[in-house]
T-cell receptor, first 112, second 114 residues
Framework: GENVEQHPSTLSVQEGDSAVIKCTYSDSASNYFPWYKQELGKRPQLIID?????GEKKDQRIAVTLNKTAKHFSLHITETQPEDSAVYFC???????????FGSGTKLNVKP | DAGITQSPRYKITETGRQVTLMCHQTWSHSYMFWYRQDLGHGLRLIYYSAAADITDKGEVPDGYVVSRSKTENFPLTLESATRSQTSVYFCASSGNTPLNTEAFFGQGTRLTVV
């Protein structure tokens, strides 16, 4: 099965700085890569996703990049704000099978 | 968000008891999943289902049983609960087309086995 590794496990940044979270995956057939944000005590919610036919996707302060050759994808958050503080999970899936494998999570702390 | 609901939200049970966690979705999504969330392990897939009457094991299926007689329901049963099954359990669902791939999560069930 798929193996998704995520780094770092914790990340602390100053408000206004950028944050980068990195993930690698093992199954070259994976073609859908979502990122989820989980606030304390709440359910994970999708913030951005990317498909294997695209190298980069942006949504306001959030961007995701994908390197299929290296089997590596990253989440970039610019101009971080205290409300960005949460746990972020990457995942990999094959959308014809829809089995989602998640990374172990990154706890982001944005200091005011 | 009301489209996928879990019950109960909190459950305390004793070692060796059987307990069932319920999951219901109103979107008619084909795929449904059960994950457990433990500190340091992220979200680990227990079981998933591609459609009614089709289920398959995930990464950590031992000690769990699932069924899916109706598209909208996907209960998870712990046949004989152990302390190692103390965790937060999330149910999720997603569609079966490339444009309908997002997984939506329920609110979670916090299970404590004493």
């Amino acid at each position: 099965g798929e193996n998704v590794e995520q780094h770092p496990s914790t990340l602390s940044v100053q408000e206004g700085d950028s944050a980068v979270i990195k993930c690698t995956y093992s199954d070259s057939a994976s073609n859908y890569f979502p990122w989820y944000k989980q606030e304390l005590g709440k359910r994970p919610q999708l913030i951005i996703d990317i498909r294997s036919n695209v190298g980069e996707k942006k949504d306001q302060r959030i961007a995701v990049t994908l390197n299929k050759t290296a089997k590596h994808f990253s989440l970039h958050i610019t101009e971080t704000q205290p409300e960005d503080s949460a746990v972020y999970f990457c995942a990999a899936s094959k959308y014809n099978f829809n089995k989602f494998y998640f990374g172990s999570g990154t706890k982001l702390n944005v200091k005011p | 968000d009301a489209g996928i609901t879990q019950s109960p939200r909190y459950k305390i049970t004793e070692t060796g008891r059987q307990v069932t966690l319920m999951c219901h979705q109103t979107w008619s999504h084909s795929y449904m999943f059960w994950y457990r969330q433990d500190l340091g392990h992220g979200l680990r897939l227990i079981y998933y289902s591609a459609a009614a009457d089709i289920t398959d094991k995930g990464e950590v299926p031992d000690g769990y049983v699932v069924s899916r007689s109706k598209t909208e329901n996907f209960p998870l049963t712990l046949e004989s609960a152990t302390r190692s099954q103390t965790s937060v359990y999330f149910c999720a669902s997603s569609g079966n087309t490339p444009l309908n791939t997002e997984a939506f999560f329920g609110q979670g069930t916090r299970l404590t086995v004493v």
